[in-house]
């Protein structure tokens, strides 16, 4: 028997378990970790289930080297320093929870909106991730959390053109014979989408990356377009234009699947590919071409990503590009179509999970991407509690001052679940020891494939951590909450996500336990619109939206500029002249694996890239110590120069912790707190900055285990 083999053992002490990774990845692998003794010795990518075809990407590999890290938190602490300083002292958990209660037992009295829940996607899991959590903040009458710091635009932007997250099935894109990659590198974000690719160019597919930035995936793709950040809409529309100009498109198909063809053809005729390529800084022979690939060459894909819906036009962008497939009739084929995110396929109990019953009328919602301004600005009324899980919000929102400076107030009492001593951690009270993937039970979809995935418990917690249900079932207890939703194991939990729904026929917590993984019960030939049946109004694709029109939006596809561009702000564009963005790196995953020791010795250092004429400009030479900065903020980095990077751009890989930079500051010192156009997600990549040399002591990065962190 092989290791991916169920419930194997190979002798009386040592055993495989069967898990799945938890970070924000489209992937969420199955994992097979091996266990001796009680220790996990061995973790690896399960063969057996199709997405993961028995290969870990570079970060999750490590994940012994997390897990058991010298720096993990095993004990709960209170703060004993200054906010920020790092300074605590050990304590038991009944006097850190007995804290927590009594704090927010007072708080309450006066106005329980005054309590602020702040969590994201440090967990993907149904249980550790969103379920006794909500359901003690929604009894407790907290405020409400908008999570738009990831996807909300161009989720939100994707639903009013398709009506849901749904999209291809990323096993068929090996059977594709064109895929855009648009604004995505899977080298880095989807190891497994990425080796599809490989295989179907292997095959004879053309694979073109449409990307401001020469990525790892761009750079081994047969074309790289680099269009200028926050253009992508104003592309779509002039592919539009020649697509229909040309009549490269299924008549068909839009007769009986789509809504507002007419409108759309009188829009996308002001979008000529001259006036597109001006506006995108590239060609229009490029934008010419493109569009008579897309519009015959079958089946074509487009894997989307969510760098591009990071600016003020995301989610317009995100709604104009959808359109695409439709026109051309891409559905039809199982390996054609679009893939942003297979999130809205998994039929998810929300409300039983989460029991949004509990929530009082009237409960106010404060988004997490503009929590600088939410703890500093002196909302009504003032946040006077924050509880943080699942998330590093001084290291990871923008407008790092302003977040730092809310965190820092002494009168903000700040609980925080953590694995280790994160830059959030630093501004903890209380500082409670939370367990990793390997310690605790769950159940995952993905927003990347089509199979619900089960995370069996391979070790007991190090320590004295708890997972983040527990934290929370044992907080209800000392708040007198007596509704027997708070009594839910956590196996009862992951049953109550499990809807009774014809997508989870056969599914259940004890097969799931069983077999590790089970398929969405969808055909294996996935073609979700092949036949029309959108979830929108009226189950069609809708190039016209009527609900856009009631909410005094633009009803059809239009492009939205980026609000900080020389185009937009001329002015701001002569102070600081260079675009900037803040892709992932490939070693480590938003703010995790930033402080484990192997992965930031491949990083080396927090760089930024620039073309060498803008180099030039500035007499910054390759590996000089520069400054970055803009009237937000500043932080420091090695230069590296490199026609990876168009001119009048600049790139900064992420994200390093704040205290692991030898300026003390990460790249969300220059990100803005402006929103999106929809779903009022976060404008990262709309982003103006001057670059110029400093000191080179400036960039020495301190030692990971370094007593100044």
């Not at 005054?114 to 440090?122: K, T, W």
């Not at 592919?239 to 198909?253: G, K």
């Not at 020791?597 to 803008?614: G, N, S, W």
């Amino acid at each position: 028997m092989s290791p991916d083999s169920p419930n194997v053992h190979v002798d009386s002490e040592r055993r495989a378990v069967r898990g799945a990774c938890p970070h924000d990845c489209p992937d969420t692998c199955a994992l097979v970790t091996t266990v001796e003794n009680g220790v996990a010795i061995r973790i690896q990518g399960a063969a057996g289930h199709a997405p993961t075809n028995g290969v870990l990407c570079t970060k999750v590999a490590k994940y012994l080297d997390r897990t058991y890290s010298p720096d993990r938190l095993r004990y709960p602490q209170k703060r004993v320093g200054r906010k920020g300083e790092g300074r605590f002292e050990r304590i038991g958990w009944d006097e850190a929870l007995d804290t927590i209660a009594a704090k927010l037992k007072a708080i309450a009295a006066d106005d329980p909106q005054a309590i602020l829940p702040y969590s994201y996607a440090g967990t993907m899991g149904q249980v550790q991730g969103s379920s006794m959590d909500r359901r003690f903040f929604h009894k407790l009458g907290a405020s409400l959390l908008d999570r738009t710091i990831c996807s909300m635009a161009g989720k939100v932007g994707l639903s009013y053109t398709l009506g849901a997250s749904l999209g291809m099935d990323m096993e068929r894109f090996v059977d594709s014979k064109l895929i855009l990659l648009w604004g995505t590198n899977p080298v880095t974000s989807s190891v497994h989408l990425w080796g599809r690719v490989v295989e179907a160019r292997r095959r004879g597919a053309k694979v073109i990356a449409i990307d401001p930035y020469r990525s790892l995936s761009a750079a081994k793709c047969d074309q790289h377009i680099a269009l200028l950040p926050g253009t992508d809409g104003a592309l779509a529309l002039g592919l539009m234009h020649v697509l229909i100009a040309e009549d490269l498109l299924d008549r068909d198909y839009i007769e009986r699947y789509t809504l507002g063809f007419d409108g759309l053809a009188t829009r996308v005729a002001e979008y000529a590919p001259e006036r597109v390529a001006a506006i995108c800084g590239i060609d229009a022979a490029t934008i010419v071409a493109l569009a008579r690939e897309y519009g015959t060459i079958k089946p074509a894909a487009i894997r989307v990503n969510y760098g591009m819906q990071r600016t003020a036009g995301g989610g317009m962008a995100m709604r104009t590009i959808a359109c695409l497939p439709a026109l051309t009739g891409a559905w039809r084929d199982s390996a054609g179509g679009l893939l942003l995110s297979s999130g809205g396929t998994y039929p998810i109990a929300r409300a039983a999970l989460e029991r949004t019953d509990l929530i009082p009328a009237g409960t106010r919602t404060i988004n997490m991407s503009t929590i600088g301004d939410a703890l500093t600005t002196m909302t009504e009324p003032p946040i006077k509690a924050i509880v943080v899980y699942n998330t590093n919000p001084v290291a990871v929102a923008p407008e790092s001052e302003k977040v730092i400076a809310g965190f820092a107030r002494e009168d903000l009492f700040t609980v925080v679940l953590e694995h280790f001593q994160t830059d959030t951690a630093d501004y903890a009270d209380i500082l409670l020891p939370a367990t990793t993937q390997l310690e605790h039970f769950d159940i995952h979809a993905s927003y990347g494939h089509l199979y619900w995935m089960i995370n069996n418990p391979a070790i007991a917690p190090l320590g004295e951590a708890k997972p983040n249900s527990e934290v929370f079932r044992q907080l209800a207890v000392r708040m007198g909450f007596d509704d027997p939703c708070f009594r839910d194991s956590d196996e009862a939990l992951a049953q109550s996500a499990l809807a009774a729904h014809p997508d989870n026929a056969g599914i259940s917590v004890e097969a799931l336990k069983e077999q590790g993984w089970q398929r969405l019960a969808v055909p294996e030939s996935y073609a979700p619109f092949a036949q029309g049946n959108f979830p929108t109004p009226s189950g069609k694709c809708e190039f016209f939206s009527m609900r856009l029109q009631k909410l005094g939006f633009d009803p059809l596809p239009a492009y939205h500029p980026p609000r900080e561009s020389a185009a937009t702000a001329p002015a701001l564009a002569r102070r600081y002249p260079l675009a900037f963005i803040s892709p992932p790196t490939r070693n480590f995953l938003n703010s995790s694996f930033g402080n484990v020791a192997v992965l930031q010795a491949l990083e080396t250092a927090q760089r930024v890239e620039l073309h060498p004429d803008d180099a030039a400009a500035r007499g910054i030479a390759d590996g000089d110590a520069v400054r970055v900065h803009n009237d937000r903020g500043e932080f420091t980095a090695t230069a590296r120069i490199t026609g990876n990077v168009r001119p009048g751009l600049c790139v900064a890989l992420g994200i390093w912790w704040h205290k692991d930079t030898a300026g003390g500051r990460n790249i969300n010192a220059v990100t803005s707190q402006a929103l999106t156009d929809f779903g009022a997600g976060p404008t990262f990549y709309d982003c103006l900055v001057e670059v110029g040399k400093c000191d080179a002591a400036a960039v020495r990065q301190p030692s990971l285990h370094d007593e100044t962190r």
